[in-house]
């Protein structure tokens, strides 16, 4: 007599593993930003920011016990050469220094740059008596014997950058330049380039 065996009964599915499933969610996320910022990137394609000082002098340059007192003056070019990105400066400090050493510092008013755009500013800075250290004050009398001097002028802004209708939160950006003056002609200096990092 045939005997009949019985199937014997499936497994019942596992359960998809919430934390594998949670895993795919996030790399496809990573995955799809990436893509984002990249697409993003290739259609604003940003260049660096080009700072040059294209003129400046010094006057009133007295240098007595270790007190400097002068009056600087600089033209500083901004070029944003980007086809789609716009700039607000928000706020800018800036300084001139020797040795390391702050001799002066001014301020620049904000403005807003857009792009493919360049923007001259004047800023003026005033030494009233600064005190310098012995070292400082010996190297700087002894390039002024020379007729130059070389000064370091530095920028730290806070920007924003807007495209289209975005802006990006505050950045901090920072310029650093070496300009030459020279006191043996009015218009002293030659155009100096700057460097700059975000």
Request: aromatic letters at 10%; proline letters at 5%.
């Given at each position: 007599?045939?005997?009949?065996?019985?199937?014997?009964?499936?497994?019942?599915?596992?359960?998809?593993?919430?934390?594998?499933?949670?895993?795919?969610?996030?790399?496809?996320?990573?995955?799809?930003?990436?893509?984002?910022?990249?697409?993003?990137?290739?259609?604003?394609?940003?260049?660096?920011?080009?700072?040059?000082?294209?003129?400046g002098s010094i006057q009133n340059f007295n240098l007595t016990n270790d007190h400097l007192s002068a009056d600087f003056d600089f033209v500083i070019r901004s070029y944003n050469p980007n086809k789609r990105v716009s700039i607000y400066y928000d706020s800018i400090q800036a300084t001139v220094n020797y040795n390391d050493q702050t001799v002066a510092f001014s301020g620049v008013d904000p403005f807003y740059q857009?792009?493919?755009?360049?923007?001259?500013?004047?800023?003026?800075?005033?030494?009233?008596?600064?005190?310098?250290?012995?070292?400082?004050?010996?190297?700087?009398?002894?390039?002024?014997?020379?007729?130059?001097?070389?000064?370091?002028?530095?920028?730290?802004?806070?920007?924003?950058?807007?495209?289209?209708?975005?802006?990006?939160?505050?950045?901090?950006?920072?310029?650093?330049?070496?300009?030459?003056?020279?006191?043996?002609?009015?218009?002293?200096?030659?155009?100096?380039?700057?460097?700059?990092?975000?």
């Amino acid at each position: 007599m045939p005997t009949t065996t019985s199937q014997p009964s499936q497994a019942p599915k596992s359960r998809s593993n919430p934390i594998r499933l949670i895993a795919i969610v996030l790399l496809a996320c990573i995955v799809l930003l990436g893509l984002v910022v990249l697409i993003t990137w290739l259609i604003v394609k940003p260049k660096r920011l080009v700072y040059t000082i294209e003129d400046g002098s010094i006057q009133n340059f007295n240098l007595t016990n270790d007190h400097l007192s002068a009056d600087f003056d600089f033209v500083i070019r901004s070029y944003n050469p980007n086809k789609r990105v716009s700039i607000y400066y928000d706020s800018i400090q800036a300084t001139v220094n020797y040795n390391d050493q702050t001799v002066a510092f001014s301020g620049v008013d904000p403005f807003y740059q857009r792009h493919r755009n360049v923007t001259r500013f004047d800023v003026k800075f005033t030494a009233h008596s600064t005190a310098l250290p012995s070292s400082v004050s010996n190297d700087l009398q002894l390039e002024k014997r020379s007729g130059k001097i070389q000064f370091d002028v530095w920028l730290k802004a806070r920007i924003r950058f807007k495209v289209g209708a975005w802006k990006s939160r505050h950045r901090t950006l920072r310029v650093s330049c070496a300009p030459v003056l020279e006191f043996s002609r009015p218009k002293n200096l030659k155009r100096t380039y700057c460097y700059a990092e975000i």
